[in-house]
Nanobody
Framework: QVQLVESEGGLVQAGGSLRLSCAAS????????MGWYRQAPGKQRELVAV???????DYDDSVKGRFTISRDNAKNTVYLQMNRLKPEDTAVYFC?????????WGKGTLVTVSS
């Protein structure tokens, strides 16, 4: 059974940095897409960043230039480096992995950015 396990988020001051990781277990599959979504209180879940298997990436406009997504296929792990955090980045961050029509989600990790 595929499981995605995110690292702990945390409380960060505005302008600070935080790195999230998400490790996939229960499979030797290298996912085509791995990415991060977030859901702020009272809002819908939205895409933050995604990386495809051979390295290309895409970001939501709100995080371009501040967040960097990367992946280690050997470890089946995806990372999200978040710099210059803003209070509006406060949300539960979810890891997602997709391959051939299957989609898997982590349980989410809370990131709180204080002003």
């Amino acid at each position: 059974q595929v499981q995605l396990v995110e690292s702990e988020g945390g409380l960060v001051q505005a302008g600070g940095s935080l790195r999230l990781s998400c490790a996939a277990s229960g499979t030797a599959l290298v996912f085509n897409n791995m990415g991060w979504y977030r859901q702020a209180p009272g809002k819908q879940r939205e895409l933050v960043a995604v990386t495809v298997r051979f390295g290309s990436t895409d970001y939501d406009d709100s995080v371009k230039g501040r967040f960097t997504i990367s992946r280690d296929n050997a470890k089946n792990t995806v990372y999200l480096q978040m710099n210059r955090l803003k209070p509006e980045d406060t949300a539960v961050y979810f890891c997602n992995a997709r391959h051939l029509g299957m989609s898997y989600w982590g349980k989410g990790t809370l990131v709180t950015v204080s002003s």
